[in-house]
């Protein structure tokens, strides 16, 4: 039997601290980015207190998650075509873009501010990745190379070259990945002359 609405809104409190802990904000920086005093903050994460959805909306937003990710909501519909946020254990959310299965598939990456002195992990796996960045300073380890992306800039290669993707001690950072299988590459089909 599904879980109760009360027993999905007890278990908020968790996700929020989990949310909020993975930014390294403090309840008083919440508070004042959210306009909800720090008390209430600290009784909701601790599940003294239930939230109320003109709490939850400021939450969802100032963390760049949906209410359904936030609460838990059970999924519904076709997972290919459910596009709801996933959060990941480094507090970095993933966004789907595309509904359709196979070919190249478009996700948002949001990623918390990083640590510089962190040791990055990088990983292969068979596709071809193409990387543009919206805002925010992307550290994109590729092979040998430490890059660093800024806003509108890209990057575009082979998966099998070892990488990893993180962000700065200068604050978290929004990118957009296409991602496809081996062979299947974004292409640029024309470039249009600026005085047209």
Not at 89 to 107: S, W
Not at 136 to 162: H, N, S, V, W, Y
Request: net charge negative; glycine share 8%; proline share 8%.
């Amino acid at each position: 039997m599904s879980e109760r609405p009360d027993q999905t809104l007890d278990a908020v409190g968790q996700r929020l601290k989990q949310l909020r802990l993975h930014r390294d904000v403090t309840l008083t920086q919440l508070a004042e980015a959210t306009g909800i005093s720090s008390s209430t903050l600290s009784r909701l994460e601790a599940g003294l207190r239930r939230p109320t959805l003109e709490q939850l909306l400021p939450l969802a937003r100032y963390h760049g998650v949906t209410l359904d990710s936030l609460v838990d909501a059970p999924r519904t519909a076709d997972p290919r075509v459910d596009l709801r946020p996933v959060a990941t254990c480094d507090g970095a959310v993933i966004i789907p873009l595309t509904r359709r299965p196979g070919g190249i598939q478009a996700y948002k990456f949001v990623r918390p501010t990083g640590n510089d002195d962190t040791v990055p992990e990088p990983r292969t796996h068979e596709g071809h990745d193409w990387v543009y960045v919206l805002n925010g300073t992307l550290r994109l380890i590729l092979g040998d190379q430490d890059l660093r992306l800024e806003a509108g800039e890209a990057a575009e290669f082979d998966t099998r070259t070892p990488h990893w993707f993180g962000a700065t001690s200068a604050g978290p950072v929004e990118y957009l990945s296409l991602i496809g299988r081996q062979g299947e590459r974004a292409h640029i089909r024309a470039t249009i002359p600026p005085d047209h």
